[in-house]
């Protein structure tokens, strides 16, 4: 059986925070292994490693399942967050005005890679 590719990525859409608090996180696990990457989000203080950290494990299951990769030698080769839809809320401010409060939604996408250990004969 022959791969044609060796990446395979996997979308959470809609993730309620904003882009800049889950880049953060993303960029941390950038470029390490699958399995580190996952222990290093388990103990992450922030909150949204959650929803990182089930988007890693979504990828590696796209891997095991759909191109019967290894799951040792995939790492995160792609970790990055666009902006999705923005939820506009009004709070009451005096005199009869009102101010706007913006909830943003973001969009996680993990792209992971198999790198295979070529080994040379001499």
Do not use: H, W
């Not at 191109?67 to 792609?78: H, P, V």
């Amino acid at each position: 059986m022959d791969k044609n590719t060796t990446t395979v990525k996997a979308i959470n859409k809609n993730v309620r925070t904003s882009p800049r608090k889950l880049a953060l996180v993303c960029n941390f696990i950038k470029g390490k292994k699958a399995d580190i990457a996952l222990r290093d989000l388990e103990f992450s203080r922030k909150r949204i490693a959650k929803d990182v950290s089930k988007t890693v494990k979504s990828a590696i299951s796209n891997a095991e399942n759909n191109y019967q990769f290894d799951i040792d030698n995939l790492f995160i080769k792609e970790a990055y967050v666009g902006k999705s839809l923005v939820m506009k809320r009004f709070r009451p401010r005096a005199k009869g005005r009102a101010s706007p409060i913006k909830k943003p939604f973001s969009r996680i996408t993990i792209v992971l890679e198999e790198k295979r250990d070529i080994k040379v004969s001499k």
